[in-house]
């Protein structure tokens, strides 16, 4: 009665485990730096520092797409 490991299976566990982990990490960054971009652009309002439009709406879809991962993780946990 010996254990057998399937490497394969645990392979591809860590590999989608290890690309969803960069996935959210890449996805917070950006939202982060939208937000940072949006702040120093506010408060260089004197120097003329024009604020990108799309910055808030990046950030806010960045941070939809990580609760998103999470939810969906949390899903499969409990599920």
Known sequence: MGVTI????LGMVFFV????????????????????G????QSQAAHKVTESPW????????????ALVVAYG???IIK
């Open 6 to 9: 399937d490497w394969g299976a």
């Open 17 to 36: 485990s290890f690309g969803s982990a960069i996935g959210v990490i890449v996805l917070f960054a950006l939202g982060v730096s939208a937000l940072a």
């Open 38 to 41: 949006l702040n120093s652009a």
């Open 55 to 66: 910055a808030r709406p990046v950030a806010m879809l960045c941070f939809l797409g990580c």
């Open 74 to 76: 949390l899903y499969l």
